[in-house]
């Protein structure tokens, strides 16, 4: 039997499948599919309490507020959350690293 002919033919098929499963998660991305592991991923801002505490913090970014963005902490589903967190989205043009918070 000729072996060369059987690993060609098998390499063909992987390859096909695994061009059709790029087509399928293509086809999946583009018709908005992965809204669902967003509202997993970012549940904090599902909440009234989030999206109260985003808008906060936009004022105080817009206001150029750095006591309320960078130091204060604002609770959301019973965790405490700073304006600074990546997690509220949240994109701001002054650093909270170099601000310096009293305590």
Sequence with gaps: ???KGFELAISTI???VIGILVVIGIIYAVTDGFKKFKN???PLLS?????????ACEIACKADDRITFCC??????G?????S???LGIDCNFACDV???DR
């Design 79 to 83: 965790k405490n959350f700073r304006c």
């Design 14 to 16: 992987v390859i096909l």
């Design 85 to 87: 967190d990546e997690r």
């Design 1 to 3: 039997m000729n072996k």
């Design 72 to 77: 204060s902490e604002q609770k959301i589903q």
């Design 47 to 55: 909440s009234v309490e989030g999206i109260a505490t985003k808008k």
């Design 99 to 101: 601000f310096v918070c």
């Design 40 to 42: 997993v991923r970012d």
